[in-house]
């Protein structure tokens, strides 16, 4: 983007493109401009602000920041302005946050997904803050009538030492919108860092949040509002043939029923009513196409495909030397089954629509706003511009909120249509959305390993069988985390390959996607042929990160073994389990403290090392390393959606548990120092929880996991 010119009219204009209206301009013909056109035509213009559209000031001094990227709990909105005050050199105290609505001219594709947010705005944050930095010292330097280099901005006041003149943002804020923002503005080196990195970055909304004030999809009450919800399949893949709303429409509060394409919607005054209509509803589903398996029957199905015994055709994703031979001797071969995870967010999936003609307005606590945006324009049968998206914060999404398909809100918009310019909200009932689908998907590892005089890996055959979470890219979500694993260095063979079940279930994106998985699977593996192999499991992993160059897990697995005290001795009944992952661009390394309760695993002590380039939000970073581990455990130990007959039987917390407080580990978060540009932290630590406790299992029986959760079925439900 460097040399693309900015002018100070396009930035008044509201920036125009691509959300990067303080750093970039772009000319009529940009492919981005046509975009924008296309995605916006017929919306409103983005708000007027001669910093650009993530950066407003007031008279008295307070800057606010405008957060494109969507707060679904993370506390995403502390870095966006972190970056920004500290290139503005504002006034921490005196800078606050607000969500950005969806709108493409101004902000760009907005989407809060793959850890990106921090890593995917470290530039334009910064570039905005340090541009509008610019503008203030300029317009102080006319002012005053001095050069330009005299003039230092500390706290969101620009100061002039030799003449011991001084002024807020508020006083100069006139002047500074007068001034032409610089093409390429300069930015701090990170020495010159006061804010970033420090502790003084902490979340904003807690206040708000524990006070009741923060207002969400479900707290939204606007006049003339109907409720409405929605009788689904109970299967996958279910349609509706026909239905009886007699007894419906006999419920006090019900104002109509009728079908739309995923099920029948019920519109009531209230959710009471709405929800007591629905259930009064008596409808038939053609399960002609349906899901009618079982949980087992799928699970011995996934064998079958692993082992060949099925017409499902592999992708190979790793190849390298001649498979021919290589796999005839003694091999070590194992395997492991991951069940179907459900989201579980707190806020269960809502979402208030109005239809008007062509216009669409939509409050929602929307993960992907653009993707949202087009999918109700489809629904509405109108363009994009007229879709109008205010953002909401949500309570919780793990990817659930992420669905390409935009389910719940598609859902809404469709409703409304047919209401004639009535608000509706949609609520979806913890039972629908844990048994709504868009599920992690189940999977299944196998590997067969042919290992060398020296105890490593000589040969490496790999096979998964997973459903694609998305319908195009040969299904590379599920392979993340085996594809190029540096576990492989020492193989002159590997052969490893996908295969991809077509089935009605559906399923999604969650969080740490198919790392998930796949962490699971290759440390488990790892640590089993190192004590196969009479090894220290660390030593182990650090001899083939040697081989495969990976001096970024080599470094963290040194700091990390010291942390945690791993070639200390532990008390009897206790063992150390450890794991190392990297995704989303960040290195993490796990080593749990683990003792057996009746064959239930007891976790006291995580220590947590991480490698995400320079640390925007220490306090952050260490948040979500412990929500992380809550995450990642719970579903380590307890997750599983099954299904009977199709039905899935978890639709409620009674069954599908999560992790209690009592059950939480002590985590401590140690970050690895760097100046490297930030890299994902949303998710990566959820991956290694799992295979870290099960290490640990391994240390002290011997034997290895061979399917998730560790507690199954009525198990899991009595530890809980």
Known sequence: MTGIRLTRRRMIAGGTLAGAALIVGYTATHPMQVAGALLQAGGPDPEPSAFGPFIRIDTDGWVTVVNKQQELGQGIHVAMAAMIAEELDADWEKVRVVAAPGNFRAYGVQMTAGSNAVAGNWDLMRQAGAAARAMFVNAAALRWQVPRNQIALRDGVVSHAASNRSAGFGALLADAAQQTPPREPVLKPASDYRLIGSERVRRKDSLPKSTGQVVYTQDVRIPDMLVAMVAHSPRFGGRLARFDDRDARRIKGVVDVFAIPTGVAVVAENSFAAKQGRDAIRAEWDDSAAEKRSSAELVRYFHGIAQGRSDIDANPFEERGDPEGAFQGPLFETSIDFPYLAHAPLETMDCVARVQGWDVH?????????????????????????????????????????????????????????????????????????????????????????????????????????????????????????????????????????????????VGFWRSVGSSHTAMAMEHIVDQLARNSGRDPADYRAALYRRAGATRRLELLRQLCRKADWRAPIETGWARGLAVHEAFGTVVGQVAEVRLDAGRPVVRRVVAMVDCGIAVAPDQIAAQMEGSVAFGLSAALYGAVTLRDGIVQETNFDRYPIVRMNEMPLVETHIMPSTNRPTGMGEPAVAPIAPAVANAMLALTGQPVRQLPFLRGNDAVNAA
């Open 362 to 506: 939509i409050r929602s606590g929307s993960h992907l706003v653009t993707v949202d945006q087009i999918q109700g324009a489809l629904a509405a049968h109108t363009i994009p511009g007229r879709v109008q998206l205010e953002v909401l914060p949500a309570g919780g999404s793990f990817g659930r909120r992420g669905i390409m398909t935009s389910d719940y809100l598609v859902e809404s918009v469709r409703i409304a249509q047919k209401l004639e310019g009535r608000p509706i909200k949609l609520i979806w009932t913890r039972e629908d959305d844990m048994a709504g689908g868009f599920y992690r998907p189940m999977a299944h590892h196998r590997a067969w390993i042919a290992l060398g005089e020296d105890g490593f890996p000589s040969a490496w055959r790999h096979h998964i069988v997973s459903q694609a979470m998305v319908p195009f890219g040969g299904n590379f979500p599920n392979y993340e985390g085996v594809h190029g694993s540096p576990y492989f260095a020492s193989a002159s063979v590997v052969d490893a390959r996908i295969y991809t079940p077509d089935l009605p279930v559906t």
